[in-house]
Every structure is written in structure tokens, then in C-alpha cells.
């Protein structure tokens, strides 16, 4: 059993940037893929980026050039810099992590387990 907290969240204007994080704590995050998918009230839950292991990455187009994902397994931690925030980007972000070395694609059912996630609200 393990247990996901995200942090970072917050208001922030279009144009501006971000950076989530999220501890995995209970078991060894070097063996987990990890990831991010963010849901808006009503809709159903994006996935929009993974990393593996090994640090390979994989990004949803919609994010695709703006936001990065990065890892730290001796911290237990993954992190996701957002740039260029849009008011589409509103939404809760949830991390994930599942126990496999590799992203299976970022439909939500394959990044694993989620976070309760942490509010991005983008607005002037």
C-alpha cells in the first residue's frame, strides 16, 4: 500500500507557470512509473504525461512543449513544470504510480494509482 500527495496548486494568470509535486510514499518509487492526469468537474479524466523508470517521457498534444515531467527517486518525488498555462488548463491534477517500469500510453486506467490531487485554477 502507498500513498500519493500532490502539492503546488494554485491561482495563476494565462501565460504563467507552475510546478506540481507529489511524494510517493509507502514503497520504493524507482520500481513505479509514474504520471499526471487532470479532470474538470463533470469530464472525464485526461491523462497527460508519464514517466517511466528509466525517465523516458510521453506527453498528451494538448501539453505537449509546455509542460515537463521530471523525477527524483531519491526523494521519492515527480514533478510537473507547467508553462504557458491556458484557462483550459484549469482543473484538479492527481499524480499517479504504477507498479511498472514503463508508460503504457495516458489513458488514466494505465497510469495506476491516483492522488487526491491538487487545484490549478488559471485566471485574470
Known amino acids: 500500500q502507498f500513498q500519493l500527495v500532490e502539492s503546488g496548486g494554485g491561482l495563476v494568470q494565462p501565460g504563467g507557470s507552475l510546478r506540481l509535486s507529489c511524494v510517493l510514499s509507502g514503497v520504493r518509487m524507482v520500481y513505479y512509473s509514474m504520471g499526471w492526469f487532470r479532470q474538470v468537474p463533470g469530464k472525464e479524466r485526461e491523462g497527460i504525461s508519464c514517466i517511466s523508470s528509466s525517465d523516458s517521457t510521453v506527453y498528451a498534444d494538448s501539453v505537449k512543449g509546455r509542460f515537463t515531467i521530471s523525477r527524483d527517486n531519491t526523494k521519492n518525488m515527480v514533478y510537473l513544470q507547467m508553462n504557458s498555462l491556458n484557462p483550459v488548463g484549469s482543473a484538479v491534477y492527481s499524480c499517479?504510480?504504477?507498479?511498472?517500469?514503463?508508460?503504457?500510453?495516458?489513458?488514466?486506467?494505465?497510469?495506476?494509482?491516483w492522488g487526491q490531487g491538487t487545484q490549478v485554477t488559471v485566471s485574470t
Open positions: 499517479t504510480a504504477r507498479r511498472w517500469e514503463y508508460c503504457s500510453g495516458l489513458a488514466p486506467r494505465n497510469l495506476g494509482s
